[in-house]
């Protein structure tokens, strides 16, 4: 078990356990970059503790449908081993909240319209009067590129 002073590194393993994750997610989420290690002379990875808070965002952002391409960006700004604030948190959240209006955006387009000029002839006349989409070009129109419907 990891040592209990507050300043203590902690092992892959305490790490995992406080996170609530695979010993194997942390060592992918390390060589993505997400989260970094120190290594011991033996070659075992520490890890600060900031980090169980980088890998709650890690995890919630995730949750929302945020592939770890865009984790990554995301956490850009946020230097490892900085204890962020609960404000620096807020504003990273924050900065998620046009994406996933978008992914809501988009996701409410499908209980109308999987792809413009759809199968459905009685759903197109209501969703899409006189193939409106279909001046717009080929395929799913208003999935490719936003615009008026």
């Known amino acids: 078990m ?8 902690l092992s892959i393993g305490a ?31 520490r890890y600060t503790r900031d980090v169980l808070r980088r890998l709650a965002v890690i995890r919630a952002a995730q949750r929302v449908g945020f592939p770890l391409a865009e984790i990554l ?30 992914r809501i955006r988009v ?10 000029g759809c199968l459905s002839m009685r759903t197109c006349q209501m969703a899409n009067p006189d193939d409106r989409a279909g001046r717009r070009g080929p395929g799913p129109r208003y999935w490719l590129a936003p615009g008026p419907n």
């Open 2 to 9: 990891a040592a209990t002073t507050p300043d203590a590194e």
């Open 15 to 45: 790490v995992a356990e406080r996170a609530g994750l695979a010993v194997s997610a942390l060592r992918f989420y390390e060589a993505h970059g997400l989260i970094t290690s120190t290594r011991t002379s033996g070659g075992q990875r």
């Open 73 to 102: 960006r995301m956490l850009a700004d946020v230097p490892e081993g900085h204890h962020v604030t609960e404000a620096e948190w807020r504003s990273l959240a924050a900065g998620w909240r046009p994406e996933i209006d978008e």
């Open 107 to 116: 996701l409410d387009q499908l209980d109308r319209c999987i792809g413009c």
